[in-house]
């Protein structure tokens, strides 16, 4: 069981490119969600999922993309990267929902040039 | 809206007991969460509390729940180096988690 991975651990972009942070989970969990972390400011939720098929936006949204097309994984796309998303990305499941205990990965560095 | 405010820093020394202290604004959140984050880690579930206790007690951790002024606080007895951390307060008043900024905790020898 590993539980929630993501990858890569590390990326350094430039300005206006796009990528992939990939997040996966072996628990069957039907809920997922996507925050970043930086600095003063907490964890902010950016996207979550309740199950394959179904997103939606959390607070911070603007500047990323989900899909959810398999319980397992929940991929978060930058289009086009700004310097706004250099922060510590983390990936969490649940069976459920929120308020069940959530399952953390160990986080992506993203740094934007 | 909703927030979720804590102090930034505490400092203890190694023995003592530490204590963080959180307040919210939602009064419907059900379940109120305590999560630690080691250096370079993710975050992980310390324990919760559901709105309808006073206080919840699980080895060194005391939980206190004042819904009427809504505050929350986490006790740590005998802190111990191994505590050092970032702790964060949490509700989820519409199911989705809203964290506090987190509370640094340092454990001095």
């Known amino acids: 069981n590993a539980g929630v991975t993501q990858t890569p651990k590390f990326q350094v972009l430039k300005t206006g490119q796009s990528m992939t942070l990939q997040c996966a989970q072996d628990?069957?969990?039907?809920?997922m969600s996507w925050y970043r972390q930086d600095p003063g400011m907490g964890l902010r939720l950016i996207h979550y999922?309740?199950?394959?098929?179904?997103?939606d936006q959390g607070e911070v949204p603007n500047g990323y993309n989900v899909s959810r097309s398999t319980t397992e994984d929940f991929p978060l796309r930058l289009l086009s990267a700004a310097p706004s998303q250099t922060s510590v990305y983390f990936c969490?499941?649940?069976?459920?929902?929120?308020?069940?205990?959530?399952?953390f990965g160990p986080g992506t560095r993203l740094l934007v040039l | 809206g909703e927030d979720v405010e804590q102090s930034l820093f505490l400092s203890v020394r190694e023995g003592d007991s530490s204590v963080i202290n959180c307040t919210y604004t939602d009064s419907s959140s059900t379940y109120l969460y305590w999560y630690k984050q080691e250096p370079g880690a993710g975050l992980q579930l310390l324990t919760y509390i559901f709105s309808n206790m006073d206080m919840k007690q699980d080895q060194r951790l005391t939980v206190l729940l004042n819904k009427k002024d809504k505050h929350l606080s986490l006790r740590i007895a005998d802190t111990q180096t191994g505590d050092s951390a970032i702790y964060f307060c949490a509700e989820a008043p519409e199911g989705n988690l809203i964290f506090g900024k987190g509370t640094k905790l340092s454990v001095k020898p």
């Open positions: 999922s309740v199950g394959a098929g179904i997103t």
């Open positions: 628990m069957n969990h039907e809920y």
């Open positions: 969490a499941s649940s069976e459920t929902g929120a308020r069940e205990t959530q399952y």
